[in-house]
């Protein structure tokens, strides 16, 4: 069964950076979209990023683009958002999502999340 474990949050202050990784198993990790999502306490879920199954086309939400990238290995069936310039109101639970914007798989196959919390 599908398998994301997500890792790489903490806490660190405006304007840091900090790279999210997600280990990916159960399906052929190469052949999927793959997204980053993430969650703030009391909202709900909101796309932050996808990657084309080659990694060669990405995209971002307005409120990520140009301070984060998405980059995956398919030879280790990895996925990675690598997070600049971080802002509060980027504090969120992150996941990993097999998918595509506005096709992405149910959230119960999301895995567990990594927090990230930017705070002063």
């Known amino acids: 069964q599908v398998q994301l474990v997500e890792s790489g949050g903490g806490l660190v202050q405006p304007g840091g950076s900090l790279r999210l990784s997600c280990a990916a198993s159960?399906?052929?990790?190469?052949?999927?979209?793959m997204s980053w999502v993430r969650q703030a306490p009391g909202k709900g879920p909101e796309w932050v990023s996808a990657i084309n199954p080659g990694g060669d086309r990405t995209r971002y939400a307005d409120s990520v683009k140009g301070r984060f990238t998405i980059s995956r290995d398919n030879a280790k069936n990895m996925l990675y958002l690598q997070m600049n310039s971080l802002k509060p109101e980027d504090t969120a639970l992150y996941y990993c999502?097999?998918?595509?914007?506005?096709?992405?798989?149910?959230?119960?196959?999301w895995g567990q999340g990594t927090q990230v919390t930017v705070s002063s």
């Open positions: 159960g399906f052929t990790f190469r052949s999927y979209t």
């Open positions: 999502a097999r998918g595509a914007p506005g096709r992405l798989d149910p959230a119960a196959s």
